[in-house]
């Protein structure tokens, strides 16, 4: 998000089966009024219910999960993740 390049914040979702949710927390962050420079990463944990495709709608960098878990899935985000510092929210989540 933003516009000078580097994020300084990354958040990392993981993301399965989320189709319910993540619209909403993926619309909170569209919607931050913020001048920090931020990333969004949603790491699908083998979704089955459209949920990558939800990530896709939005400005958003889409992992490839394991699918063995939310903690696998957090540390793939971290590998993935250009920000200074690491937010993690789960795909529930809003963010003010």
């Not at 495709?53 to 490839?64: F, G, N, Q, S, V």
Request: proline share 4%; hydrophobic share 35%; charged share 25%.
């Amino acid at each position: 998000m933003g516009t000078s390049g580097e994020p300084t914040v990354s958040f990392i979702i993981p993301a399965r089966n989320e189709t319910s949710y993540l619209p909403a927390t993926l619309e909170s962050l569209a919607r931050l009024k913020t001048t920090v420079e931020y990333e969004q990463i949603v790491v699908d944990g083998k979704s089955d219910d459209g949920t990558p495709e939800i990530a896709r709608e939005y400005d958003t960098r889409l992992i490839a999960g394991t699918g063995t878990g939310q903690g696998d899935d957090r540390h793939l985000g971290v590998e993935a993740a250009s920000g200074r510092w690491l937010a993690f929210i789960d795909a529930d989540t809003c963010v003010r």
